[in-house]
């Protein structure tokens, strides 16, 4: 639930409201908020940031990256502080906000924007900006956990002797609106549209007629499909100016609501965006091209787009061509299209489908535990978006709910790919292969035999060399009893991977079971060079040998993973 309009009133301060960002893309929130506040953003100012190399690569500091922005805990501290202290650190954050209006490159920037509001956290301005520079460079999570810092601030201000009250009671109601202003964009970017809608309410209680509070929300409106207000937003700016391009903006949201995709095209077509909000107005207009496949309009609008990004013409905001989540008709290659990113993994601009499909590949293909760790949470936030922006879009569902699944979050991951099945039959597209398999993995987890194995078959038709799907279909089939069905199945899975242990394993344990002690040992030995950290394939491999010493049967196990 989002703000009231009662918690910006002064004096009046209300609770706190918790961004969803701050869980990190919806849970996958691990990655943020591991370093102390203060001394990681500082860091991150005094390297630097972001350097080219080459004049084609900005390459931030690990620092930058891992520093998380404070909390209204770091706020309260803050103000328990000496005074001494206090006017020390003012004069410091005052001293690195114009270095950070300085400064050239963006990493930089980031970094002493955000050391400025750590240095002086009760200061919203000082938020304010870090929160911008944060969001220019694709950053949601940070972005909006220091716009949450910001609105945190703005209500110390009502506090009875609060250092920054003397700014006067105008100030607190700008600054109010400022923050609720940008706390409605935000969500609004990230298709949250009831969040955006509280918080463009909270800016019209404190300015009732402001023209950027009626903007947002005609806009959040459009999305709702709320057709009265729509059209009286729409009918008020124009009154206040008959060249609004936000009222055409709100009118075509409103008809891509209701699934007037023509309509809403019209809308846009010869529209030019006002300059501070270009960025956006161009990226929802060539999103809407994009759903209707009108490809050169895409490509163009994405540019304009991106050339309005604060990062335009630095060696930080980079241009890729990469394949869409969607297949093309009939199943042939998915359309590629551009995407800008910001340090080479945040989404700026450009279809947000192909940002999500490079996102998983980084997932998929990460060479350690911290970079699985952050492509799994870029992947869930911008599938996530795709979600609230198209329900039940199958491919959405199979990024995210495979990101779960393979990040232990097993209930979730199995709900988003049964939806992924369950919408590809009911678009009346082919079954996908990785789902089925990772469906039945799940489900064998569960111990759902009966579920599992229509699942895992269905899977290794449709990819007879999808090695895993083959392992596990061995262990479901020698759970029912058929046993040379698992054999095969198993056999199956180590002629395409024969570098996998499981698979090794779990034949051994079928021959071990059976009495052939040769086959074991051999299965059994193949898995423990794979696997050496595993100490149960010793202790097995030494009870066959004293079984074959003695001439007595082996020892039995069931197949496991």
Same mark, same amino acid.
């Given at each position: 639930?989002?703000?009231?309009?009662?918690?910006?009133?002064?004096?009046?301060?209300?609770?706190?409201?918790?961004?969803?960002?701050?869980? =990190?893309?919806? +849970?996958?929130?691990?990655? @943020?908020? /591991?370093? !102390? $506040?203060?001394? #990681?953003?500082? %860091? *991150?100012? &005094?390297?630097?940031?972001?350097?080219?190399?080459?004049?084609?690569?900005?390459?931030?500091?690990?620092?930058?990256?891992?520093?998380?922005?404070?909390?209204?805990?770091?706020?309260?501290?803050?103000?328990?502080?000496?005074?001494?202290?206090?006017?020390?650190?003012?004069?410091?954050?005052?001293?690195?906000?114009?270095?950070?209006?300085?400064?050239?490159?963006?990493?930089?920037?980031?970094?002493?924007?955000?050391?400025?509001?750590?240095?002086?956290?009760?200061?919203?301005?000082?938020?304010?900006?870090?929160?911008?520079?944060?969001?220019?460079?694709?950053?949601?999570?940070?972005?909006?956990?220091?716009?949450?810092?910001?609105?945190?601030?703005?209500?110390?201000?009502?506090?009875?002797? =609060?250092?920054? +009250?003397?700014?006067?009671? @105008?100030? /607190?109601? !700008? $600054?109010?609106? #400022?923050?609720? %202003? *940008?706390? &409605?964009?935000?969500?609004?970017?990230?298709?949250?549209?009831?969040?955006?809608?509280?918080?463009?309410?909270?800016?019209?209680?404190?300015?009732?007629?402001?023209?950027?509070?009626?903007?947002?929300?005609?806009?959040?409106?459009?999305?709702?499909?709320?057709?009265?207000?729509?059209?009286?937003?729409?009918?008020?700016?124009?009154?206040?100016?008959?060249?609004?391009?936000?009222?055409?903006?709100?009118?075509?949201?409103?008809?891509?609501?209701?699934?007037?995709?023509?309509?809403?095209?019209?809308?846009?077509?010869?529209?030019?965006?006002?300059?501070?909000?270009?960025?956006?107005?161009?990226?929802?207009?060539?999103?809407?091209?994009?759903?209707?496949?009108?490809?050169?309009?895409?490509?163009?609008?994405?540019?304009?787009?991106?050339? @309005?990004?604060?990062?335009?013409?630095?060696?930080?905001?980079?241009?890729?061509?990469?394949?869409?989540?969607?297949?093309?008709?009939?199943?042939?290659?998915?359309?590629?299209?551009?995407?800008?990113?910001?340090?080479?993994?945040?989404?700026?601009?450009?279809?947000?489908?192909?940002?999500?499909?490079?996102?998983?590949?980084?997932?998929?293909?990460?060479?350690?535990?911290?970079?699985?760790?952050?492509?799994?949470?870029?992947?869930?936030?911008?599938?996530?978006?795709?979600?609230?922006?198209?329900?039940?879009?199958?491919?959405?569902?199979?990024?995210?709910?495979?990101?779960?699944?393979?990040?232990?979050?097993?209930?979730?991951?199995?709900?988003?790919?049964?939806?992924?099945?369950?919408?590809?039959?009911?678009?009346?597209?082919?079954?996908?292969?990785?789902?089925?398999?990772?469906?039945?993995?799940?489900?064998?987890?569960?111990?759902?035999?009966?579920?599992?194995?229509?699942?895992?078959?269905?899977?290794?038709?449709?990819?007879?060399?999808?090695?895993?799907?083959?392992?596990?279909?061995?262990?479901?089939?020698?759970?029912?009893?058929?046993?040379?069905?698992?054999?095969?199945?198993?056999?199956?899975?180590?002629?395409?991977?024969?570098?996998?242990?499981?698979?090794?394993?779990?034949?051994?344990?079928?021959?071990?079971?059976?009495?052939?002690?040769?086959?074991?040992?051999?299965?059994?030995?193949?898995?423990?060079?794979?696997?050496?950290?595993?100490?149960?394939?010793?202790?097995?491999?030494?009870?066959?040998?004293?079984?074959?010493?003695?001439?007595?049967?082996?020892?039995?196990?069931?197949?496991?993973?």
């Amino acid at each position: 639930m989002g703000p009231g309009p009662r918690q910006w009133h002064a004096g009046r301060p209300g609770r706190r409201f918790r961004s969803p960002l701050l869980r =990190a893309a919806e +849970g996958l929130d691990r990655y @943020a908020r /591991r370093r !102390g $506040v203060v001394s #990681a953003l500082l %860091l *991150a100012a &005094a390297a630097g940031g972001c350097a080219a190399t080459a004049g084609h690569e900005c390459l931030p500091d690990p620092a930058l990256l891992d520093a998380a922005p404070a909390d209204s805990l770091v706020i309260d501290r803050f103000l328990r502080g000496e005074a001494v202290g206090m006017a020390a650190a003012r004069s410091e954050a005052v001293g690195l906000r114009r270095r950070a209006g300085l400064a050239r490159a963006p990493g930089e920037r980031i970094g002493l924007a955000a050391a400025a509001a750590a240095a002086a956290p009760d200061d919203p301005d000082l938020w304010l900006e870090s929160a911008a520079a944060w969001r220019a460079a694709g950053d949601d999570l940070r972005g909006g956990a220091a716009l949450d810092a910001a609105a945190a601030a703005v209500r110390r201000l009502n506090d009875v002797g =609060a250092p920054l +009250g003397a700014r006067g009671a @105008a100030y /607190r109601r !700008g $600054v109010a609106l #400022a923050t609720a %202003l *940008a706390q &409605a964009w935000l969500h609004y970017d990230r298709a949250e549209w009831a969040e955006a809608d509280d918080w463009a309410r909270a800016a019209l209680a404190l300015e009732p007629a402001s023209p950027a509070a009626l903007q947002v929300r005609g806009l959040v409106q459009g999305r709702l499909g709320q057709t009265t207000r729509v059209f009286a937003i729409a009918d008020d700016l124009r009154r206040r100016d008959i060249f609004s391009p936000y009222a055409r903006w709100m009118l075509a949201a409103h008809d891509e609501s209701l699934g007037r995709l023509r309509g809403a095209l019209g809308q846009f077509l010869d529209l030019t965006p006002h300059p501070a909000r270009a960025l956006e107005c161009y990226r929802d207009m060539a999103a809407l091209a994009e759903k209707l496949g009108e490809w050169a309009q895409v490509e163009r609008w994405y540019v304009h787009s991106a050339a @309005a990004s604060p990062l335009a013409g630095t060696p930080c905001l980079s241009r890729v061509m990469l394949p869409r989540l969607e297949p093309g008709p009939d199943g042939s290659p998915p359309h590629q299209l551009p995407v800008w990113l910001a340090f080479g993994r945040h989404y700026v601009t450009g279809s947000l489908s192909a940002y999500a499909r490079h996102a998983f590949a980084g997932f998929d293909t990460a060479a350690s535990a911290d970079e699985r760790e952050l492509w799994a949470g870029l992947t869930v936030n911008a599938a996530g978006i795709l979600l609230r922006r198209e329900p039940e879009s199958p491919w959405a569902l199979r990024v995210r709910g495979l990101v779960f699944a393979a990040s232990g979050d097993a209930g979730q991951g199995l709900s988003d790919l049964r939806r992924a099945a369950d919408a590809l039959a009911s678009a009346g597209l082919p079954p996908d292969a990785r789902i089925e398999s990772e469906l039945g993995r799940l489900l064998l987890a569960r111990e759902d035999i009966a579920g599992a194995l229509p699942r895992l078959r269905l899977a290794v038709d449709l990819d007879p060399a999808a090695a895993a799907a083959w392992a596990d279909l061995g262990m479901a089939l020698a759970t029912t009893g058929d046993a040379a069905g698992a054999l095969e199945a198993l056999g199956r899975a180590i002629d395409i991977a024969p570098e996998r242990p499981t698979a090794w394993y779990n034949r051994g344990l079928l021959h071990l079971r059976a009495q052939r002690l040769d086959e074991a040992e051999h299965d059994l030995g193949r898995a423990a060079a794979l696997a050496p950290d595993n100490q149960d394939i010793p202790r097995l491999l030494q009870q066959i040998r004293v079984a074959r010493s003695r001439g007595t049967p082996g020892p039995g196990r069931e197949p496991g993973p």
